[in-house]
C-alpha cells in the first residue's frame, strides 16, 4: 500500500512563524502535492512537484513556497505566517512517468491553527 | 473561474435509500473522472473512476455515470450506510493533454440518517 506521511497531525503556530509541513511517501512516487481544504472551498491546490527540485505553483501560491530535495520528499514552508492561513493541508503523491490516471494518494492532513 | 462543479454543498439521505451526487464540468479535454471520500481529519481517500471512454462504473454499492455531452457525471450509493457520511469530492483531469494535476470540485457533504 502507498503511505504518504505528514510529519504533524496538529500544529498551533503564533503569526509571524515560519512553518514546516514535512511529507514523505514510501512509493518512489515522481508527482508530490500541497493542497489545502477549508469548508465551502474544497481542496486547493497551492504547489506542486513533477520531479526532484522541480516545482509548480497551483492555483493558491501566495504565502507559501516548497522545497523537494529527495524524490520521497515535498515540504511546504509558510515564511510567515498569517491567521488566514489556519486550514487543514494535505499532501498527496501520484505515480507520473506515463502510469499515472491523475490518481492522488493522500496523507491523513496537518490541521494548522495560526493564533 | 470553475472547471469542476458540485453544486450541492449538502445532502441528507435516509439509511438504505440511494445517494444521488452530482459533479459538472466545463472543459472538454477532461478524460478522466475520480471521486474521493473524505471523513473528518483525514485524508481523502479514492472511492471510483470513470474513463471517458465509459459511461458507466460499478463497484459494489457505488456506481458513476458520465454524460460526457452534458459534461455531467454522478455518483449513486445503494443502498446508503451511515457510515456512508463524509464529504464526497469529484475530480477531473485530461490524462491524454499531458501531465497535469487533477481539479477538484468543492465538495458534498452526505449524511445518512438512520
Known amino acids: 500500500d502507498v503511505k504518504v506521511t505528514q510529519s504533524s497531525r496538529y500544529l498551533v503556530k503564533r503569526t509571524g512563524e515560519k512553518v514546516f509541513l514535512e511529507c514523505v511517501q514510501d512509493m518512489d512516487h515522481e508527482n508530490m502535492f500541497w493542497y489545502r481544504q477549508d469548508p465551502g472551498l474544497g481542496l486547493r491546490l497551492i504547489y506542486f512537484?513533477?520531479?526532484?527540485?522541480?516545482?509548480e505553483k497551483g492555483d493558491i501560491p501566495e504565502g507559501y513556497s516548497v522545497s523537494r530535495e529527495k524524490k520521497e520528499r515535498f515540504s511546504l514552508i509558510l515564511e510567515s505566517a498569517s491567521t488566514n492561513q489556519t486550514s487543514m493541508y494535505l499532501c498527496?503523491?501520484?505515480?507520473?512517468?506515463?502510469?499515472?490516471?491523475?490518481?492522488?494518494?493522500f496523507g491523513e492532513g496537518s490541521r494548522l491553527t495560526v493564533l | 473561474d470553475q472547471q469542476v462543479k458540485q453544486n450541492s454543498p449538502s445532502l441528507s439521505v435516509q439509511e438504505g435509500r440511494i445517494s444521488i451526487l452530482n459533479c459538472d464540468y466545463t472543459n472538454s479535454m477532461f478524460d478522466y473522472f475520480l471521486w474521493y471520500k473524505k471523513y473528518p481529519a483525514e485524508g481523502p481517500t479514492f472511492l471510483i473512476s470513470?474513463?471517458?471512454?465509459?459511461d458507466k462504473n460499478e463497484d459494489g454499492r457505488f456506481t458513476v455515470f458520465l454524460n460526457k455531452s452534458a459534461k455531467h457525471l454522478s455518483l449513486h450509493i445503494v443502498p446508503s450506510q451511515p457510515g456512508d457520511s463524509a464529504v464526497y469530492f469529484c475530480a477531473a483531469s485530461a490524462i491524454n493533454s499531458g501531465n497535469t494535476p487533477l481539479v477538484f470540485g468543492k465538495g458534498t457533504r452526505l449524511s445518512v440518517i438512520a
Open positions: 470513470i474513463s471517458s471512454i465509459k
Open positions: 498527496a503523491s501520484s505515480p507520473g512517468s506515463g502510469l499515472d490516471t491523475g490518481e492522488l494518494f
Open positions: 512537484s513533477y520531479d526532484v527540485k522541480m516545482k
